[in-house]
């Protein structure tokens, strides 16, 4: 019955029409988030595209979102139960999976409070603030040695494979506390996904739709459930591995922390909620797949920017230069006095939207969203490049300008255009880690910029066109140069 009955008074959200069978599937083959983007200016924030024979709910505009996703936030907070989603994390983790709201809302607490105390929490143990500095610091370290040693090696190169494995290597020494070399082929098969994870992941996968497609062969789905399968034996092992020297006397990392939780469950407020091994290696492969595509996607964008412009590079590093020197590394208590490069972040995020749309949601009940009526359980894509797009939000939305962020004077971000920034998403269903990305992000270009200088090779042909996916990313490129900034001191 997916004619629903509409209560009187109101109406379905307005639409395209479709083909029969296919709906507008055709029409959304390509760039979904830029045709939706321009059907949205035809028929409103609010509008419903058929893939296949689901109607599936677009919403676009900041304020139509904000509605939906925190005013009504618990009516729009669920997850579709997609086809695919149960490849991912076994089915078990928390962005993907859609279970129970309980189980979730236990799930989503514990992997908070375990990522927090990993990472942001001040520790009296570690030279730095806090372990996310330490991680970052370090790992920048190895990175600018590694980009040195291939440049000088190769000439020119592609920084992304570098990068996915220092920033894995971050949330890996805060989840399982290890960390891996650049050559570690166990987890180099975990990490180059190249976009077989995101293409799956992302918001209009037909198969997810149309049923009769899941029977025919797919290569793109059995790399798909692979890449899903090394993913979560990955973790499994380390669990295992962390069940046979746990001690609850030293916690050493996330996995020890919810081991611990585990063994504890008899007492505490969710102890009706069981969490076995299985839900842990879910939380883990969760954590883990977040905290590393993402960061990496941002980064390589970061890195492609300052780039393909030099003179906001140079910008960026008169400002380091000015405000840290040259004499020791930037820490994450710098962020605040670095307006510029806090601006450059920003604008990163808003044109490239290399996140066009959220997970999709789904809705929890009926309800009705500006004057239209939802039924219960309608597939919710969430379209964030849009709103970064918008005209009405932004002057010249094409052009990247890190400047629409600061004041006049040059001295301060404006908050009220950086909460137009749509990026992790709103409301409950937002991104858990956002802190630590955003921290992330800071720390490793702060350290990247203030040592070198990013171009690319003369005369190279370089295309940045995003490609489709959960996380959009640019074609390979391997034509990136560096060049020390000035000679390099070991550690302070
Ligand atoms: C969810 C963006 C980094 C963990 C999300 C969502 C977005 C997002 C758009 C979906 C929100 C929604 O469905 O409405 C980003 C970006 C990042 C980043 C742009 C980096 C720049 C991280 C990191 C972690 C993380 C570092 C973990 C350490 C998660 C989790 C969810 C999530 C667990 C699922 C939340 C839920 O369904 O309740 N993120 N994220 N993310 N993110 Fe992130």
Known sequence: SLRQHVPKGLQRPPGPRGFPILGNVLELRKDPHVVLSRLSRRYGDVMEVKIGTWPVLVLSGLDTIKQALVKQAEDFMGRPDFHSFQYISDGHGIAFSPKSEEMWKARRKLAQNALKTFSITPS??????????????????????????????????????????????????????????????????????????????????????????????????????????????????????????????????????????????SVGEDAHIPLFNRKIVGILSDLFGAGFDTVTTALSWSLMYAALYPDIQKRIQEELDQTIGRERRPRLSDRNALPYTEAFILEVFRHSSFMPFTIPHSTTRATVLNGYYIPKDT??????????????????????????????????????????????????????????????????????????????????????????????????????????????????
């Open 124 to 265: 009296p143990r570690v030279s730095s603030c806090c372990l996310l500095e330490e991680h970052i610091s370090k790992e920048a370290e190895y990175l600018i040695t590694k980009f040195l040693q291939v440049m000088e090696e190769e000439k020119s190169f592609d920084p992304s494979q570098y990068l996915v494995v220092s920033v894995a290597n971050v949330i890996c020494a805060m989840c399982f506390g290890k960390r891996h070399d650049h050559s570690d082929q166990e987890l180099l098969n975990v990490v180059n996904l190249n976009n077989d994870f995101g293409e799956v992941a992302s918001s209009g996968y037909p198969a997810d739709f149309i049923p009769l497609l899941r029977y025919l062969p797919s290569r793109t789905m059995q790399v798909f459930k692979d890449i899903n399968e090394r993913f979560t034996s990955f973790v499994r092992n380390i669990v295992q591995e962390h069940y046979t020297s746990f001690d609850k006397e030293n916690i050493r990392d996330i996995t020890d922390s919810l081991i611990e939780h585990c063994q504890e469950k």
């Open 379 to 492: 597939c919710v894509f969430v379209n964030q490049w849009q709103v970064n797009h918008d005209e009405k939000l932004w002057k010249e939305p094409s052009a990247f300008n890190p400047e629409r962020f600061l004041n006049a004077a040059g001295t301060e971000v404006n908050r009220t255009e950086s909460d137009k920034v749509m990026t992790f998403g709103l409301g409950k269903r937002r991104c858990l880690g956002e802190s630590i990305g955003r921290w992330e992000v800071f720390l490793f270009l702060a350290m990247l910029l203030q040592q070198l200088e990013f171009s690319l090779r003369p005369g190279a042909e370089v295309d940045i066109t995003p490609q489709y996916g959960l996380t959009m990313k640019y074609k390979k490129c391997d034509c990136f140069q560096i060049k020390q900034r000035f000679p390099m001191k070991s550690s302070p």
